[in-house]
């Protein structure tokens, strides 16, 4: 059974009042303590909060599919050049800050802090034995979305202690990545102090998970001698599966090489069109990867946007089964079972085939109620992860090659294709070897910025502009938030 579910009536109202703002600095109740005084007088209560923080996971769709059509990997796609242009602005690098996928992205991320900081602000009201564990999720949870805001805008409003209220107005300020990435590692080193190493519900956070996040936000401030230690607790609790693709399949969710899998499922008949992607339990993303009006066997039919390139295919070399698993060529596939398509905006001929609609995969509302969970951390990038560490921090290039080693020998079915390199040569091919492993998952467009490959990667990628987006106009027009350079 999937661990999600639509928080109660109960919890809704709980979360009202955050939910019903479009911003950080908002002024929709100032005073509703009331609810929580009512509420939190059971352990269930906390429980049922704590899934409600879990809930803004599930909306994470955008940025995903940024991760890489901002990069080289994908382009936008879609019905046409106005087809949400928000992303066409986005894959062209000439987005701004009314841009409303952006400005989504930051409303929902933030919507996460608030309901983490909520039950933060009412930690005390109760005791219970299980208390410790369960603000260990917590935590984790406020780590997930603040590393998602500041890999998405840098600089950003920091706050830990409350929820925003009215009176907070006009008074914000953005913390620098600094102190935001402090408070990221301290809430993750809180919850890998009381996380168990297992769950019984699939989708909730664990000690690994959480180091798992520690040694990637490690990573991503150059910090190789901690990640390293770090990602080092994962070695042989998890493992790859035999096959790489499989894991992607409905059948492979939740798999061995899984550290944190966001849960979605297609039961729930609670679906809002004009309240996506909040008003359904489902992914989504998925329709958006499709092929347009496709009619044959396997998948279904999607609104083809993020699109692989070609260039990204060949990149491949031919015995690389991450290349198949990964992109779908339609072309050959119409050819060998008669499937048919219609071509969409900057048609490639190539779809995503970690993440695409496939047939019988959904429920009562077809495009909103994909089941196809997300593979947010997975025990490959854990190792690529540590072998750059390893690598970079000038510890070990033997452990390095070793991790590098275990994914290509997967993805090769051989012992043939390791990499014997070293230093720099050996940090090349590490970075390649992610985009080989981990393409069209989301993760391509923030591995070039941090690792300042970006500028020769991306067309029309500007230094010292594009490595974070702009911080949303409204933000700036209600809260006089300052601007990221160059927007």
């Not at 984790?140 to 500041?150: I, K, P, S, W």
């Not at 899984?258 to 008003?279: A, H």
């Not at 047939?359 to 109620?369: F, I, V």
Request: glycine share 8%; charged share 20%.
């Amino acid at each position: 059974m999937k661990f999600y579910k639509h928080i109660s009536i109960l919890i809704a109202i709980f979360f009202f009042a955050s939910a019903c703002s479009d911003y950080v600095d908002y002024a929709p109740i100032d005073d509703y303590q009331i609810t929580a005084d009512v509420y939190f007088n059971a352990q269930s209560d906390y429980e049922a909060a704590v899934v409600g923080t879990y809930d803004p996971l599930q909306w994470m769709y955008l940025n995903i599919l940024i991760g890489d059509i901002a990069s080289d990997n994908s382009l936008s796609g879609g019905e046409s050049a106005t087809d949400v242009i928000g992303l066409q602005h986005i894959d062209d690098m000439v987005h701004n800050p009314n841009n409303d996928n952006l400005t989504s992205i930051w409303k929902w991320l933030y919507e996460g802090v608030n309901r983490a900081n909520y039950l933060v602000e009412n930690i005390d009201n109760l005791e219970f034995d299980s208390k410790a564990a369960l603000y260990g999720e917590v935590y984790f949870l406020r780590a997930y979305y603040y590393f998602e805001l500041v890999k998405f805008f840098g600089d950003v409003p920091l706050f830990t202690d409350r929820r925003l209220t009215a009176s907070d107005s006009q008074t914000l300020l953005r913390s620098s990545k600094a102190d935001v990435y402090a408070q990221i590692e301290l809430d993750l080193i809180n919850a890998i102090a009381v996380l168990p190493v297992a769950q019984a519900q699939k989708g909730r956070a664990t000690k690994f998970a959480a180091q798992a996040l520690l040694g990637k936000v490690y990573l991503f401030q150059d910090k190789f001698s901690e990640a390293a230690p770090v990602l080092e607790n994962l070695m042989g609790v998890f493992s790859l599966v035999t096959n790489y693709g499989d894991q992607f399949l409905k059948t492979g969710e939740n798999s061995s090489e899984s550290v944190f899998e966001i849960q979605y499922t297609n039961t729930s008949e609670w679906w809002d069109w004009g309240y996506t992607p909040q008003g359904t339990e489902g992914n989504f993303g998925v329709i958006h990867n499709g092929p347009r009006a496709f009619d044959g066997p396997t998948y279904a039919s999607g609104w083809s946007f993020n699109i692989p390139t070609a260039d990204l295919f060949d990149s491949y070399e031919d015995d690389d089964t991450r290349r198949n698993a990964t992109i779908l060529d339609i072309v050959a596939f119409a050819d060998q079972t008669g499937a048919s398509y219609a071509e969409g905006y900057k048609h490639t001929g190539y779809f995503n085939n970690k993440y695409i609609p496939r047939a019988g995969e959904s429920g009562a509302q077809t495009e909103l109620n994909y089941l196809t969970n997300y593979r947010a951390i997975r025990y490959a990038d854990v190792l690529l992860m540590a072998a750059e560490a390893n690598n970079r921090g000038n510890i070990d290039d033997g452990i390095a090659q070793t991790y590098l080693n275990l994914v290509r020998a997967r993805a090769f079915g051989d012992e043939n294709h390791k990499i014997t390199a070293t230093g720099s040569t050996l940090t090349q091919a590490i970075w390649d070897e992610r985009n080989f492993e981990l393409a069209m998952e989301g993760h391509r467009f923030f591995d070039l910025v941090r690792t300042g490959q970006a500028a020769n990667k991306i067309s029309g990628f500007v230094t010292g502009k594009h490595e974070v987006f702009p911080i949303p106009q409204q933000e700036i027009d209600i809260s006089g938030l300052t601007q990221n350079a160059g927007y």
